[in-house]
């Protein structure tokens, strides 16, 4: 008699997210090493630090998110394969060195700041106190104290970014709360308000990628899908995080139920969303929606947000299968993008290549699912 399949909401195949995880995750190894040419390229003639290039190599935005999900994995696995990649990984960065501080040069320590917590090492800890304390005491900031998005190329001078929550804020919030700082979570809380202020949408619920207090606007008023998914990420993590006021924390919510309540209304029908959520000219992306399903399954397994929004995430999950080939590459994944300043095409227009945190990002989304399945 033929084994019965186990199925998820009776569409999905457990078995198929158990082996396209399998694939993303030994695959993601590799691609936490991958160089970026076209950055290596831009960043000989735009390195605004002035320091040796090949820092910045392998500690970029890209893997401090593939080192995001390899810890959710330790986390949820307690495999020590899974530590072993992270702390080979900072091991070899301590022997080149690490590269100037800004925005994307933070996300790497989100990981640490972690790992110092489950070590109690201080080549770990050190380390995430000096970075907390340039963060809040030496990183550029807007009009009314915001997190200038400075990045390795480029200053951005008197802008907020809407990447800006998961790159710093979340390290920040934490390494605040595992070392007493008070006044760094409390910094993180700030930020969060503003940028809100600033980035969110009234009209739609959705957050705009960036604004200028230079003319004081959102440049092209892009509502883009990874910019959008930071924040379903963002805002669960850091709930788990820090203990806020409660008035705090319904605002936070809030935004989030807001957020989701459009992700709901503009979802592909074929459950993915597009690279710009409210355009279906725009093509439909992978590292977006698997930030929002894994940030929508996190909120409702944290009673942040209603359950039936939990359908939205589901739905992504068989698109999402569909776009990991044998090899376990995540394809359907954009390039690092830019500010759109001129034109909403900017966003249509990036390329489609494989990344880091496209791999990070399936593997949160897929365990996260997976996670979701156990509890049925």
């Known amino acids: 008699m033929q084994e019965k399949k186990e199925t998820f909401d009776n569409s999905i195949d457990i078995k198929s997210i158990q082996d396209k995880l399998a694939k993303v995750i030994d695959k993601s190894r590799e691609t936490l090493y991958d160089d970026d040419e076209i950055f290596i390229k831009n960043m000989q003639s735009k390195n ?36 072993d990649i992270i702390t080979n990984y900072y091991d070899l960065q301590f022997q080149i060195g690490l590269p100037s501080k800004n925005i994307n040069t933070t996300a790497p320590m989100l990981t640490m700041i972690f790992l110092y917590e489950y070590t109690n090492s201080d080549k770990y800890g050190d380390l995430c106190v000096e970075w907390a304390d340039w963060l809040v005491k030496h990183l550029p900031r807007t009009r009314e104290d915001g997190f200038q ?12 970014w809407v990447d800006t929550l998961f790159m710093s804020v979340l390290f920040l919030a934490k390494t605040g709360a595992v070392m007493k700082r008070e006044d760094w979570v409390e910094e993180a809380k700030y930020q969060f308000l503003i940028h809100s202020k600033y980035l969110t949408d009234r009209k739609t ?37 820090v203990r806020c006021e409660a008035g705090v924390k319904k605002y936070l919510v809030q935004l989030l139920t807001r957020q989701v309540e459009a992700l709901e209304k503009y979802q592909d029908k074929d459950g993915m969303w597009h690279t710009v959520i409210n355009d279906p000219t725009s093509y439909l992306e992978a590292s977006a929606t698997c930030g929002f399903g894994y940030g ?65 990002m399936a593997m949160l989304f897929l365990q996260e699912a997976l996670k979701s399945v156990s509890k049925k």
């Open 205 to 241: 619920g959705l957050w705009f990628h960036g604004w200028t207090f230079d003319g004081n606007h959102n440049f092209t008023e892009a509502l883009w899908g990874r910019g959008n998914c930071w924040i379903t990420i963002s805002i669960p993590e850091f709930l788990s995080i």
């Open 48 to 83: 605004l630090a002035g320091d040796d290039i090949n820092r910045y190599r392998h500690w970029e935005w890209p893997q401090g998110v593939s080192l995001f999900g390899f810890w959710k994995l330790f986390e949820a696995t307690k495999d020590k394969k899974y530590l």
């Open 149 to 160: 998005h400075l990045t390795s190329d480029t200053l951005n001078n008197g802008e907020l």
């Open 296 to 360: 929508i399954l996190k909120a409702v397994d944290s009673g942040l947000i209603s359950a039936r929004f939990k359908n939205c995430a589901v739905k992504a999950i068989n698109p999402v299968l569909d776009c990991i080939d044998d090899e376990g590459y995540v394809n359907k994944v954009s390039y690092g993008t830019s500010m759109g300043r001129d034109s909403i095409e900017h966003y249509k227009n990036i390329e489609i290549r494989r990344m880091p945190y496209g791999q990070a």
